[in-house]
């Protein structure tokens, strides 16, 4: 099992922040990003990966990171500032 997290617009869109999820064969972050973007429009529009950052147990990651279970995935947009 991994806990996957979710913040921001992207906690808003999915209205979840937090989920556990079988590893099973996946084994990298865009994989399980992937896995999730199959649940449906609303989660495959949140989980584009061309505006999504992602941390495996809270260190900022790229989506080919490896996951092994018992792993806390974040998912949250890119912070834009000014």
Known sequence: MIKVLFFAQIRELLNVGELTLELGSLSTVDE????????????????????????????????????????EIAFFPPVTGG
Do not use: Y
């Open 32 to 71: 399980v990003r992937q896995a999730l973007s199959e649940r449906g429009e609303k989660w495959d529009f949140a989980l584009e990966s061309d505006r999504l950052l992602a941390s495996v147990n809270q260190t900022i990651c790229s989506l080919d990171s490896r996951v092994q279970p018992g792993d």
